[in-house]
């Protein structure tokens, strides 16, 4: 497991000030509908504002638009983002799995052409990695590119495709050779408005029609262009990623809210032994998912690529994602019925949504069966 | 947390002692290696050298718990050096010459002049001590133990999950050898979450040595054809005690920061708490790893399990730090939650 201290130097702390202080200006509490982590809303004017502040992005090297921050400074940003229930939807895969997959793998013409304007907030991205037959044994994609005079033509169908009806590109792997099941794989930028993509949304079982979608891909054109990295390298790419995908604070904050407003809205009960006791339990872990998380940002900065380190932690942050909601509601122990009159409170909507969403924390960005099986090859 | 070189060589003699540990429960005293831990000034961390110490730092002594805890190590080092001795010296006692241990704060004690009266319950060793450290009526005190040549108290005999002394010392108007008022910021609250540190301490080298036993121990076991960690249903305990491990040892380096700093009831308090549930969590997937052979005298699982077992009560179970910590954080009100998430004490006291 990484080691890296889990403090702030006096920089990171001021930055952390001024996103506090945005975000009290910008987005005040009670003036917006706050969302559950990186679940949140989607609202392009905020994600400007953010972009605008030098905050969307920020990895990215200087001469491409962002500012060359640490993993640790995008951490102390995020995390403010998050508990606050910050609308991230249109920016949030474009920070945190694009940018850095372009610095790294991207040539010189795709980083000066996407990388100014995802750190403007210009671009909204989705991922095409699930497929009918392919979700947990990703390798097994069958979304093809077939080489043509003119580049690549892809076909075939991705699954539960988070933002596709607003993404301006995909990230999608595919397969464009033969070879055993981790060779022969790739990955495309595609273009969303291109001719043959259609995207058809799938209704969530919270009743949100405007998250998931299928995605179908009948032989769209792709240049050499549009080509992440090399031919045939997409999956050794992708698992390079995931220490960034899995560790961060979306991984463990998304139900901090319901604490919080908890606290706000049954000031009696949170005050009662049993409440009492809940909340410092549930403090601890905040506090020791915290200092992990942090700690691997630090050992990303220091050159590491802590995938193992992550995948303790996305599993072990998820599943206490899901235990808030249940412990919360055991302590409550009153049906979740509303109707338009009284008005749900903000707790009692956060809390409905919780329910609902929270299968999902230990499914989405890899099942935490997969992140055992990833995290064991790390123990020694 | 990287092992430091006081880690490492602490690790070296308790391993060089590490057949005392059966002999110690079957007699109730490791005399080698207390004097082993005597003579290397590893018992006297981290008390100043002009007090008769050895000097150095909280992450230090804790270091040495670690250590400890990894070696299920039999004898009161907790309670003579990093809560103890840390006691002794805050009020500017010296330490004395022999087998010392800690009055637990939860003793009903009362001074009469210089004379100690009431009942200790669970004192680490008692019997075997010479001297007793104790708070008391807001006095730091030094008293005679049991094993004192004289004005001895009274003790009767008792003993934890893992066999180790937890004995009744009755005062009934002992002497006492030294006494010095407490200085401000050392309380009976401050006396807890020192026990509590150094509890979590132990437990974190208790839990990183089970993580490591149980790990070779899925490596080396083999069943239907191949060696049993190779299963997923096996290595989702060993993913549940690594985690587990990683969390306590994060906890404790988080406390120890904040210590050192001058804090550290919200941190002490999450570290223990945390670590009493790691303790749950990791002795139950590493039984269920083992197996039968972990189940007996001969594999040495046990000296850990059952130590953590009886640790996650001792100086304030889960609840007791759990009800603490949320009460101060009610208090302080939901907008300061967060903040009190990421900076710890330096928000909430």
Redesign the interface.
């Known amino acids: 497991?990484v080691?890296s201290?889990?403090?702030l130097t006096a920089p990171e702390l001021e930055l952390?000030e001024q996103v506090r202080a945005f975000l009290a200006e910008t987005l005040a509490w009670g003036t917006f509908e706050p969302g559950l982590g990186m679940a949140a809303g989607v609202d392009r004017t905020f994600s400007a504002a953010l972009a605008g502040r030098g905050w969307v992005g920020m990895s990215v090297p200087a001469r491409y638009g962002g500012r060359g921050a640490t993993a640790v400074d995008r951490f102390v940003v995020v995390?403010e983002l998050l508990?606050w229930g910050a609308p991230v939807g249109h920016h949030w895969v474009a920070d945190r799995q694009i940018a850095p997959v372009l610095v790294r793998y991207g040539t010189e013409e795709q980083k000066q052409w996407l990388l100014p304007r995802i750190c403007r907030a210009e671009l909204c991205f989705c991922i095409g990695m699930s497929e009918p037959d392919a979700g947990s044994d990703l390798a097994s994609v069958r979304t093809r590119g077939v080489r043509d005079a003119d580049g690549w033509r892809v076909s075939g169908v991705k699954v539960w495709t988070s933002n596709a009806m607003r993404a301006d590109f995909m990230i999608a792997l595919c397969r464009t050779g033969e070879g055993a099941r981790h060779q022969g794989l790739s990955r495309f930028l595609i273009d969303m408005r291109s001719p043959g993509v259609t995207v058809r949304p799938i209704p969530f079982l919270n009743g949100s029609t405007d998250h998931f979608a299928e995605v179908v891909l009948d032989g769209v054109a792709v240049s050499d262009e549009m080509v992440i990295g090399e031919i045939g390298q997409g999956w050794a790419q992708n698992a390079n990623e995931l220490a960034f995908e899995r560790s961060g604070p979306d991984r463990w904050i998304s139900t901090?809210l319901l604490?919080?407003?908890f606290?706000?809205e049954w000031?009696d009960l949170?005050?009662s032994?049993a409440?009492?006791?809940?909340?410092?339990?549930l403090?601890?872990?905040?506090?020791?998912l915290?200092?992990?998380s942090l700690?691997v940002a630090r050992a990303i900065d220091a050159g590491g690529t802590p995938a193992a380190?992550a995948a303790?932690i996305k599993?072990?942050g998820t599943r206490f994602e899901q235990d808030v909601v249940s412990a919360l509601r055991e302590l409550l122990d009153r049906e979740l019925v509303c109707g338009p009159d009284p008005a749900p409170s903000l707790f009692e909507r956060l809390l409905r949504r919780a329910v609902l969403d929270a299968p999902s924390f230990t499914i989405r960005g890899g099942t935490n069966?997969v992140l055992?099986?990833v995290?064991?090859k790390g123990?020694? | 947390?990287?092992d430091s070189e006081l880690y490492l060589t602490a690790a070296q003699l308790f391993a060089a002692h590490s057949h005392d540990i059966a002999e110690a429960e079957a007699t109730g005293w490791a005399q080698q290696l207390w004097k082993a831990l005597q003579q290397s000034g590893f018992s006297d961390v981290p008390v100043p050298e002009d007090l008769g110490g050895s000097g150095g730092t909280v992450d230090d002594a804790v270091q040495l718990l670690r250590a400890a805890g990894a070696h299920a190590v039999p004898v009161p080092l907790a309670e003579a050096g990093l809560v103890g001795g840390w006691l002794l010296a805050s009020a500017g006692l010296a330490l004395p010459q022999g087998v010392r241990t800690l009055l637990p704060p939860a003793a009903t004690l009362h001074l009469d002049g210089d004379r100690l009266f009431g009942t200790a319950p669970a004192v680490a060793w008692g019997h075997r001590a010479e001297h007793l450290i104790g708070l008391v009526d807001g006095v730091v005190v030094l008293a005679p133990g049991p094993a004192a040549e004289s004005g001895a108290p009274a003790v009767t005999r008792g003993a934890n999950l893992a066999d180790e002394p937890r004995d009744t010392v009755v005062f009934d108007g002992v002497p006492l050898t030294a006494r010095a008022d407490a200085p401000h910021g050392v309380t009976e609250q401050t006396l807890w979450e020192r026990s509590a540190l150094g509890r979590a301490a132990l437990m974190a080298g208790a839990i990183s040595a089970v993580a490591a036993m149980t790990?070779r121990y899925s490596g080396e076991r083999e069943q239907f054809g191949r060696p049993i960690?190779r299963f997923?249903a096996v290595?989702?305990h060993?993913?549940t005690i690594?985690?587990q491990?990683?969390?306590v040892?994060?906890?404790i380096?988080?406390a120890v920061?904040a210590v050192e700093l001058g804090r550290g009831s919200?941190?002490i308090?999450?570290a223990k708490?945390?670590a009493d549930r790691a303790a749950r969590l990791v002795t139950a997937a590493a039984h269920q790893t083992h197996g039968a052979i972990g189940m007996t005298k001969e594999y040495p699982l046990h000296y850990l399990t059952r130590r953590l077992w009886a640790w996650q009560d001792e100086a304030g179970g889960?609840?007791r730090?759990?009800?603490?910590?949320?009460?101060a954080?009610?208090a302080y009100?939901?907008?300061a939650?967060?903040p009190?998430?990421?900076s710890?004490s330096e928000v909430v006291q």
Do not use: K, N
């Open positions: 497991m080691t201290p889990a403090t952390r995390e508990r901090f604490v919080q407003e606290m706000r000031p949170a005050a032994p409440g009492s006791g809940l909340i410092g339990e403090a601890a872990q905040y506090w020791v915290h200092r992990l700690a380190e303790l599993e072990m069966e055992r099986s995290a064991v123990l020694s | 947390m990287t790990l960690g997923q290595q989702a060993l993913v690594h985690q491990a990683a969390v040892a994060s906890a380096d988080g920061e919200f941190e308090a999450c708490m945390l889960h609840d730090w759990a009800g603490r910590l949320g009460a954080l009610v009100g939901p907008d939650l967060y009190a998430i990421q710890g």
